[in-house]
């Protein structure tokens, strides 16, 4: 954490998003019609559901997830400096999830250091009440590794439900060249306005603003808002071809290029093993993916290509250099289980 | 867990030990110095200790642990029936340690499956008294991971410092062809006593029991209650060269085997990547280890071991024939992080 109390205490990135423990189990094919999870998506599930859909799984092992978290993490072994929002409860899960960002030299907002003690007597009162892991407890996400590599994902959000405008650390959002945000946040109305107020305190410092739509459910479910971002809020687009189409409502690849060229924002559209294109006004340059021997594991590609590209952003690479850096990290965190870089990314900003 | 249900309902193997969620970070070799530990050896630490331990810790990695755990889960994986006993708290770490055994196919005694209620306001009171975290809690082990692949642990046992007579589900030891003991157990007396009743229990039903001293420092503690144990109450041991050493109070490895061959029992006792000798009162044999192209993490070597020996055992397998499996079943588990199999180990039973 060095690095933050340098200079001038300016972050490269400031990523906000859903605080989430990853519970990753290898699964065969089968369990995910059984689980009635559409495959490659994310679905939001209830406890009961949740609960229902971890005990179809095999063993499984946990780790630090949330996409924008895993953005982050990655951005700091990049040797950035970032910080991040998010809403954990004051257990086990959560101090994981706390302990693994910080660990990385992520700067973490003021109100996930010292859980407010009323919240800790209302997580007591419910565990008196009831069982183990009630809404109240630090969400988590089942991700059901399939055999082709793909994981497709249930996550029960608990206590990042009621991220609000409160937990918006201003201070350390003021310090961002870059504000980042989770689209998956928009399924919450008060997280929705925590948002808002995020991007406010973003513009008055004069810092770029970035979202991901994060998932094709949740491009349905939120289409207006975001095409109403797009159009006056924000200033860089990440978003995957599925993603892209459903929101400018397209059906080809060439259209959601032009659509996207229009918005005047920078839009980051990835695809999977055929790389990704990066679109501003002037126009658009395809970036190819970088090979990998063997895809373990999807999980994160999206959020590393992100914080690669963020990254190279904001230290002096213009676009394609910086999607290039994506694709790199991006090929790092699908060559082996879980969502946070297991390698010194710093060497890859190297090459 | 089908396989249990099947013909007489008796079980290869019960296993009792310290129920523990890993959490496995890989470290500097500087950092063991930093945390004062000792390299390659488990400490028992307090909650403070363990919390100051886990600050020096990277990002980490969580999954289910415990000793005698890993051997029930690995002769699962090698097609056994096996039981488990050890002691949870209704937090999410026992949720996760006995899905994990039970999503193997591991019978779990009585007691981890419904928390006692008394018992869940024992821990949400804790809670709102103090932090998260508290003695109550699940237990857990720290386990750090040097770049050559050793493991030093620091273990904060929390409520499975509190196995006592209750926690010992005599039905389900009463099933097992061998009871299996973990020495950690002996640091604690409730524990102790709820050993030996489970000892009684196993001779009662004609099993044979073994135990695992489990590390040198356990040796050093309860040398006298081991011997104890192997003058009379027990019939296979386990035990590395250096923990044979200090149980005998040898110098040499020559005399080491004529003590264990003095005792009578089946002896065990690894060597690392020189192997094995097994140690019977009419002789004795060496076994080669299984070589490892890249050991990547030792943590589970020896419980591995155990599984594949006991599974040997129980599978019409002379203690030679068991000692390779149980060499084959290691190999598994050094060659990636964690201690917990990754392969389907029932191919290895084939070779």
């Not at 409860?89 to 030299?105: N, Q, S, T």
């Not at 971002?229 to 959601?256: C, H, K, P, R, Y």
């Amino acid at each position: 954490m060095d690095s933050s109390q340098t200079d001038d205490g300016r972050l490269d990135v400031v990523a906000v998003g859903s605080a989430l423990v990853d519970v990753v189990a290898r699964v065969e094919e089968n369990v995910i019609g059984r689980a009635q999870l559409v495959k490659s998506t994310m679905e939001l599930t209830d406890l009961d559901r949740s609960r229902r859909i971890y005990d179809l799984l095999g063993p499984a092992v946990e780790s630090s997830g949330g996409s924008a978290a895993n953005t982050a993490a990655g951005v700091a072994a990049l040797g950035g400096k970032v910080g991040y929002v998010g809403k954990v409860a004051p257990d086990g899960f959560g101090a994981i999830f706390a302990h693994d960002l910080a660990a990385m030299g992520v700067e973490l907002a003021g109100s996930m250091l010292v859980p407010p003690t009323g919240h800790l007597d209302a997580v007591a009162e419910e565990v008196a009440g009831g069982e183990m892991g009630e809404d109240v407890g630090t969400g988590r996400c089942l991700v059901l590794v399939t055999p082709d590599g793909e994981r497709t994902m249930a996550t029960h959000l608990g206590v990042a439900s009621t991220l609000d405008v409160q937990d918006i650390d201003e201070a350390l959002v003021a310090r961002a060249e870059i504000l980042y945000l989770e689209g998956y946040l928009w399924d919450l109305a008060p997280a929705k306005q925590a948002m808002r107020r995020a991007i406010e305190v973003a513009h008055g410092a004069e810092a770029a603003v970035a979202l991901t739509v994060s998932d094709p459910f949740c491009v349905g479910r939120h289409r207006a808002d975001f095409l109403e971002l797009v159009e006056g809020e924000i200033d860089i687009l990440f978003a995957n071809e599925e993603e892209a189409l459903m929101l400018f409502g397209e059906t080809s690849l060439d259209q959601v290029i032009d659509a996207a060229r229009e918005t005047g924002l920078l839009v980051a559209l990835t695809r999977g093993a055929a790389g990704s294109v990066i679109i501003g006004p002037q126009g658009w340059v395809e970036v190819p993916a970088v090979r990998v021997r063997s895809v373990v594991d999807t999980t994160g590609a999206g959020d590393l290509y992100a914080a690669g590209f963020l990254y190279g952003l904001t230290h002096g690479g213009d676009p394609e250099d910086a999607a290039r850096l994506g694709s790199l990290c991006a090929a790092e965190i699908v060559s082996h289980l879980g969502a946070r870089p297991e390698d010194d990314l710093r060497r890859l900003v190297d090459r």
